[in-house]
């Protein structure tokens, strides 16, 4: 298959960034919402551009994990499934349905005052809908070069508000009250206070819709790595500019009465300007030229509009979530004449019959819900470790900036009002109700579904059931795999191919099972949405590993089968193969981090919760020569299993084996733990010796005495407090202060 060409520099990113936010945002929504904020606007567009940062950052991260994957859409399936995905793929239709409805009114009210029609909302209404007519048109034949205007109407509209705030800041009243909100009386709802200006805030989200609608072309972007997140941040950062200098500008010259639901403000500030004088036949040339640029501005906003929205439904019935009759094709044009239609026909709908405040309003409450699925996707995909997700570029201020943007996402989402609130959750029902009626026999499944929720549900579930339903469905997975595959083995090695030392893992089995041989696993995981089919050969890393450990197996008299095998679901693919055998053992590589919470989970973690088989987890630190190892215990561990696993290791390598105990310093308990740690060893067949260390401090403690070892063993971390039961516990702070490898054991009841 081959790629898309990378033509698009980052000067171009910019562009496509600034144009599908420099449309509605500037020409129209200004004049409704400094009905509510007054002065203060400037503020608004600032604080909401604060808010939506977090969502671009992830985005750009999505895109880079997934650079041809398709948009929002696609990236909140993955997160979450094909029922939110179906849910999300309404929202987002309907958030540009209503958006391009918002351009239409615009539209029709720059046409009125250039014609000396007045304003009468009857008319402006249906002008807008001579032009969707229009806009159906051209998306019906396919006309792709009909948008090319779009890049010579944005370079002009920029020039024309520039000239208009410098012209503007020279003509601003003597004391304008951009700052109105910290009057005295600044509570009081009509004198544009702080709960005016939230709602402004929230209000004005809309402006920023298309901010990061250049990720669904990230695959033709040069570099995209670098130029896709500095492109969303920079014109993020140049329209922010924009906004708050025209608001701030506008307000400062134009009257509050003037502005009260103005639907052609920018129009408005050029007749208020001395520039206004140039006349030409009785036509101010000035403000007619700015009409026809913010005309032209969102034509092509409303038609990108159509052309977008469109194909989420288009997509979504070739994904199996809506009926075939959805993704018919226009036999002559090529083009989806049902989801156009049907697309049209809901934005002329909107126009005659919802108030243009409550279209804003609705548009700006979708684009809100949708900027929080992103931050929560991101939260999602790093926290579950999918193997597939490796995004090149991360975000920074990872979670938190994430979690920002959801809160401030749900607390503007409240504060838009209820009617916002009950279509939202219209779409949530309804999305729900297709899915279940149309794609709920769709085989894919999200990294949450996955990953997340198996640990809850043995929480909160009738554990007795859940064992149940788990076992069959153990029965009913291991049928859909080789029976041949880790059938007679005893441990079961996953090789991801992020492993410092494969063959390190593999003698960690070899010295740990009772049996003699070891089942060697390369599994790779890719997105649901890729054929499995078209990764049958074996890759360069696959055919690495099988000549490294076949080499391995000879030089150490070792029993090693060795198997690639490709997955959609990492951790329940593991879980069947050990299922399916007589596995005692599985070893894995790891990053310090085994644990799982119910809200935030990892493979490792799941497989700590559903594994079948006692699990050994193994952190490289660089040590390839086992001569000295470390066996530290909390007291009351079952220290006989233990010592018989670290006995085996050390027999394996003919180590000797320290046994570590770390007290309080207070304790007096001391010779007796040594006493009884002896008597444990004496069955022991390697040099053995017990150590106890009072200390107040055993992670330093520990980490200290281990630059002495080659290898530190430790059990499983119990969650002690109600943080690591519902998010689970970072990364292993006994591990990560280790100064040798270690090997976190992990035995089932």
């Given at each position: 298959m081959?790629?898309l060409e ?6 171009a990113?910019?562009?496509i ?7 509605t945002?500037?020409?129209v929504l200004?004049g ?6 007054g ?6 567009f ?9 969502a671009?950052y ?8 997934m ?7 696609v990236?909140i399936e993955?997160?979450f499934g094909?029922l939110?995905?179906t849910i999300?793929?309404?929202?987002l239709?309907?958030?540009?349905v209503?958006?391009?409805a918002?351009a239409l009114v615009?539209m029709?009210?720059?046409?009125l005052?250039v014609?000396?029609?007045?304003s009468?909302?009857f008319?402006t209404?249906?002008?807008g809908l001579?032009f969707l ?12 070069k ?17 000239a ?6 020279q ?5 304008p009250?951009f700052?109105s909100f910290?009057?005295e009386?600044s509570?009081?709802i009509?004198?544009g206070g702080?709960r005016?200006?939230i709602?402004?805030?929230a209000?004005v989200y809309l ?5 990061t609608?250049?990720?669904a072309i990230?695959?033709?972007?040069k ?6 997140p ?5 014109s993020?950062?140049?329209?922010t500019?924009i ?10 010259n ?9 639907y ?5 500030l050029?007749?208020d300007?001395?520039i206004?004088?140039?006349?030409l036949?009785?036509?101010h040339?000035v403000?007619?030229?700015i009409?026809?640029?913010a005309?032209?501005t969102?034509?092509?906003?409303v ?9 989420f ?6 994904d199996g979530l809506l ?5 018919k094709?226009?036999?002559?044009f090529?083009?989806p004449i049902?989801t156009?239609?049907?697309t049209c ?7 005659l ?5 409550e279209?804003?309003?609705l548009?700006s ?7 929080v699925?992103?931050n ?5 995909l790093?926290?579950t470790?999918?193997?597939?997700y490796?995004?090149k570029y ?7 900036i994430?979690i920002?943007?959801?809160v401030t ?9 209820s009617?916002?609130l009950?279509t939202?959750?219209a779409i949530?029902?309804s999305?729900?109700v ?7 026999n769709?085989?894919?499944?999200g990294?949450?579904k ?10 909160f579930?009738?554990k007795?059931e859940?064992?149940?339903?788990k ?20 441990a ?13 893992l593999v003698?960690?089995a ?5 049996k ?6 390369n599994?790779?995981?890719?997105p649901s949405?890729t ?8 890759s360069?890393i696959?055919s690495s590993?099988k000549r490294r450990l076949?080499?391995?197996s000879?030089s150490?008299?070792l029993?090693?089968d060795?198997e690639?095998v ?6 329940d ?6 299922s399916?055998s007589?596995?005692?053992?599985l ?5 310090g981090r085994p644990?799982?919470g ?15 088989s006692?699990l050994v987890?193994?952190k490289?630190?660089g040590?390839?020569y086992v001569?000295?190892v470390?066996?530290?215990l909390?007291?009351?561990r079952?220290d006989k299993?233990f010592?018989?696993i670290?006995?085996?290791v050390?027999k ?7 046994l ?5 310093e207070?304790s007096?308990t001391t010779e007796t733990?040594?006493?009884?740690s002896?008597?444990?060893l004496?069955?022991?067949k390697?040099?053995?010796s ?6 107040d401090s ?10 002495s070892?080659d290898?530190?063993i430790?059990g ?7 943080i ?12 990560e202060?280790?100064?040798c490898?270690?090997?976190r054991?992990?035995l089932?009841d």
């Amino acid at each position: 298959m081959k790629k898309l060409e990378r033509s698009l520099s980052l000067p171009a990113v910019i562009a496509i960034c600034i144009g599908g936010m420099l449309g509605t945002g500037i020409f129209v929504l200004p004049g409704i919402a400094a009905t509510k904020t007054g002065g203060s606007l400037w503020l608004a567009f600032l604080i909401a551009a604060i808010c939506i940062l977090p969502a671009a950052y992830s985005k750009s991260e999505l895109a880079t994990a997934m650079p041809s994957s398709g948009g929002t859409y696609v990236y909140i399936e993955r997160a979450f499934g094909p029922l939110f995905g179906t849910i999300s793929g309404l929202g987002l239709w309907l958030a540009l349905v209503l958006k391009c409805a918002f351009a239409l009114v615009g539209m029709g009210a720059y046409v009125l005052v250039v014609l000396d029609m007045g304003s009468d909302d009857f008319i402006t209404k249906t002008v807008g809908l001579g032009f969707l007519f229009l806009v159906f048109v051209l998306n019906i034949i396919g006309a792709k070069k009909a948008g090319n205007f779009q890049s010579y109407a944005v370079f002009i509209g920029l020039l024309v508000l520039t000239a208009l705030f410098v012209i503007g800041i020279q003509t601003m009243d003597e004391a304008p009250e951009f700052l109105s909100f910290f009057n005295e009386d600044s509570k009081k709802i009509e004198s544009g206070g702080y709960r005016d200006l939230i709602f402004a805030v929230a209000f004005v989200y809309l402006s920023y819709s298309g901010v990061t609608k250049v990720a669904a072309i990230a695959e033709e972007i040069k570099n995209p790595n670098k130029n896709l997140p500095l492109g969303m941040i920079l014109s993020l950062f140049i329209i922010t500019a924009i906004y708050v200098l025209i608001s701030f500008v506008l307000t400062s010259n134009v009257g509050l009465t003037d502005l009260t639901n103005n639907y052609n403000p920018i129009h408005t500030l050029a007749l208020d300007l001395e520039i206004s004088s140039f006349k030409l036949g009785g036509i101010h040339i000035v403000g007619a030229s700015i009409a026809f640029i913010a005309v032209l501005t969102l034509l092509s906003t409303v038609n990108a509009g159509v052309l977008a929205s469109s194909r989420f439904p288009f997509a979504m019935s070739r994904d199996g979530l809506l009926p075939p009759l959805w993704s018919k094709v226009h036999k002559k044009f090529l083009t989806p004449i049902n989801t156009i239609g049907i697309t049209c026909i809901s934005i002329a709908l909107i126009v005659l019959f919802l108030p243009v405040i409550e279209i804003a309003k609705l548009a700006s409450a979708f684009k809100v819900m949708m900027f929080v699925s992103v931050n929560l996707a991101v939260i999602v995909l790093r926290e579950t470790a999918a193997q597939w997700y490796q995004p090149k570029y991360k975000s920074p201020l990872y979670p938190w900036i994430q979690i920002f943007g959801v809160v401030t996402g749900i607390f503007f989402l409240i504060v838009l009002g209820s009617v916002p609130l009950m279509t939202i959750l219209a779409i949530f029902v309804s999305g729900a109700v297709i899915y279940y009626s149309y794609g709920k026999n769709v085989m894919r499944s999200g990294v949450l579904k996955n990953y997340g929720h198996r640990p809850a549900l043995s929480i909160f579930g009738n554990k007795e059931e859940t064992k149940t339903e788990k076992i069959k469905s153990q029965k009913k997975a291991s049928s859909e795999l080789d029976p041949k595959i880790a059938s007679k083995a005893g441990a079961i090695v996953p090789l991801l191919g992020n492993e410092s030392s494969p063959e390190m893992l593999v003698e960690m089995a070899a010295a740990i099972q009772s049996k003699n041989l070891i089942q060697a696993l390369n599994i790779t995981e890719v997105p649901s949405q890729t054929d499995l089919d078209a990764f049958l050969e074996d890759s360069p890393i696959s055919s690495s590993l099988k000549r490294r450990l076949s080499r391995l197996s000879e030089s150490q008299k070792l029993s090693v089968d060795f198997e690639a095998v490709v997955t959609h679901e990492l951790s329940d693919t593991i879980n069947r193969l050990s299922s399916q055998s007589s596995c005692e053992w599985l070893v894995m590589g790891w990053d310090g981090r085994p644990t799982t919470g119910i809200f935030v989970t990892n493979p490792i973690g799941w497989l700590l919760a559903n594994i079948n088989s006692n699990l050994v987890l193994y952190k490289d630190n660089g040590v390839r020569y086992v001569s000295k190892v470390l066996l530290a215990l909390r007291p009351g561990r079952k220290d006989k299993n233990f010592i018989g696993i670290a006995n085996n290791v050390c027999k394996y390598y003919g180590a000797a084996l320290t046994l570590l105990h770390v007290v309080p310093e207070k304790s007096n308990t001391t010779e007796t733990i040594k006493h009884r740690s002896e008597e444990k060893l004496k069955q022991s067949k390697v040099q053995a010796s017990v150590n106890v260390v009072k200390s107040d401090s055993p992670v330093e403690t520990i980490s200290e005495i281990s630059s002495s070892y080659d290898l530190l063993i430790l059990g499983t971390p119990e969650k002690d407090n109600w943080i690591k039961v519902l998010f689970g516990g970072g990364k292993d702070k006994f591990t990560e202060s280790a100064a040798c490898s270690v090997l976190r054991i992990t035995l089932k009841d």
